[in-house]
């Protein structure tokens, strides 16, 4: 079944980096693209952008442009976030979801929560 | 930038039909999404292209969109049904934007 599988949980200090990884299964991972949205604790969902791992294009929310950076992998059939320069906003649960053009969104990841503190 | 609006919260008995709605400027001339997401899991999408169903998903929940404002339907919503819904849209410059969601309280 398609399943996407996301690394776990990260504690980070106030202007470190993190990556996040979003692994596929059960679809041809080249077939749609990946977007990445985050969840700040009781908020709402926030969109951060796309990757297309095709050809390896990618869209940037304008809130996050210079300070993320998605990647993947297609031997592995994996995607990545890089968010940098973190602060305590950035503490959310991040998830990784597929998207085509007519079904956004139609499959998530299990999410991974991003801590940022001193 | 471009918002969605939603009401913070719904409630209703069981058995009662439950209706979210969402507004925006564009959504007259782009498609709404809507996602349930139950309290610690990650959001399921309920309704694709302001009215149709995934496999899956009971013909309990239903969509509509009509000029700036769409709705979700839960018919006969039961306590599992709780949850927050979230309506999703692109705006002209394919930005992707969410609401502000709404939770659905069944008692």
């Known amino acids: 079944q398609v399943q996407l599988v996301q690394s776990g949980t990260e504690v980070k200090k106030p202007g470190a980096s993190v990556k996040v990884s979003c692994k596929a299964s059960g679809y041809t991972f080249t077939s749609y693209t990946m977007h990445w949205v985050r969840q700040a604790p009781g908020q709402t969902l926030e969109w951060m952008g796309w990757i297309n791992a095709a050809n390896d294009n990618t869209k940037y929310s304008q809130k996050f442009q210079g300070r993320v950076t998605f990647t993947s992998d297609t031997s592995v059939s994996t995607a990545y976030m890089e968010l940098s320069s973190l602060t305590y906003e950035d503490t959310a649960m991040y998830y990784c979801?597929?998207?085509?053009?007519?079904?956004?969104?139609?499959?998530w990841g299990q999410g991974t929560l991003v801590t940022v503190s001193s | 930038s471009y918002e969605l609006t939603q009401p913070p919260s719904v409630s209703v008995s069981p058995g009662q039909t439950a209706r979210i709605t969402c507004s925006g400027d564009?959504?007259?001339?782009?498609?709404v999404y809507w996602y349930q997401q139950k309290s610690g899991q990650a959001p399921v999408l309920v309704i694709y292209e302001d009215s149709k169903r995934p496999s899956g998903i009971p013909e309990t929940f239903s969509g509509s969109s009509s000029g700036t404002m769409a709705t979700l339907t839960i018919s006969g919503a039961q306590v599992e049904d709780e949850a927050d819904y979230y309506c999703y849209s692109t705006d002209t410059s394919a930005n992707h934007v969410f609401g502000g969601g709404t939770k659905l309280t069944v008692l």
């Open positions: 564009t959504l007259s001339k782009k498609y």
């Open positions: 979801a597929r998207s085509q053009p007519s079904l956004p969104f139609d499959c």
